[in-house]
């Protein structure tokens, strides 16, 4: 799956949009949700380039996070680039070690887990 992929599934889920929050880096974008005009917003997908390769950082509750990340430490390790408060809950996983169907499922995952925070 490409980059392109993932954002254009993203940007279909209702209240998702497409930001770059981080001036310098235009490589860098983040996927939020929001669902009211003023509500606030949740990030819950950050597609970039790591190392050269296309990565993905998804977010869930902290006990799959880690089960995830235990699983298949190979693939998934700590939100590359998340604060410690966050870190537990951010995962991050390089696109060409996963199926296009684990991709969506990790993004609505995240999708879901965030519409419950706002």
């Known amino acids: 799956m490409t980059l ?3 954002c254009d599934y993203c940007l279909a889920k209702k209240g ?3 930001d770059f929050p981080f001036s310098n880096n235009s490589d ?3 996927v939020k949700v929001r669902l009211t005009p ?3 917003a949740r990030i819950f997908a950050e597609i970039f380039i790591l190392n ?3 990565a993905l950082t998804f977010s869930c509750d902290a006990d799959s996070a880690s089960f995830i990340r235990s699983k298949r430490a190979d693939v998934f390790v700590k939100g590359w680039h998340c604060p410690p408060a966050q870190a537990k809950y951010k995962t991050t996983a390089y696109l060409d070690k996963l199926q296009d169907s684990e991709i969506y499922e990790l993004l609505d995952i995240s999708y879901l887990w965030n519409l419950t925070k706002l």
Do not use: M, Q, S
């Open 4 to 6: 392109k992929g993932i």
């Open 16 to 18: 998702a949009y497409l």
């Open 28 to 30: 860098y974008a983040v």
């Open 38 to 40: 003023n509500g606030k």
């Open 52 to 54: 050269g390769r296309d």
